[in-house]
């Protein structure tokens, strides 16, 4: 069993930068992701990145301004620029990576955080 443990939420204005990080007893063997939680909404992928550190995956409505990334067991999510409609509670996610090389499903997942909360003031 994988526990894994979001930080770094917290308000910000647009314009701002938050950093999330998540921390647990996975490796570079890993495939990461984030996924986020609007109210009344669908949880949602954000980014994901594969095993070996090689490949990223980013939903279109962040490209250019989140950024994964991971040093040793820790998986940060760097989110600059950011909006009102990027205000969500944001949850980190992990499997082994087997043959997968990357995931952006949330089926895909075997293990999750209880997630931090991000609010973006306009």
């Known amino acids: 069993q994988v526990h894994l443990v979001e930080s770094g939420g917290g308000l910000v204005q647009a314009g701002g930068s938050l950093r999330l990080s998540c921390g647990g007893r996975t490796s570079s063997t890993y495939v990461m992701g984030w996924f986020r939680q609007a109210p009344g909404k669908e949880r949602e992928f954000v980014a994901a990145l594969g095993w070996a550190n090689d490949r990223t995956s980013y939903r279109d409505s962040v490209k250019g301004r989140f950024t994964i990334s991971r040093d040793n067991a820790r998986v940060y999510l760097q989110m600059d620029s950011l909006k009102p409609e990027d205000t969500a509670v944001y949850y980190c996610?992990?499997?082994?990576?087997?043959?997968?090389?990357?995931?952006?499903?949330?089926?895909?997942?075997?293990?999750w955080g209880q997630g931090t909360q991000v609010t973006v003031s306009s």
């Open positions: 996610a992990a499997r082994p990576a087997g043959i997968t090389v990357i995931v952006t499903t949330r089926q895909g997942y075997y293990y």
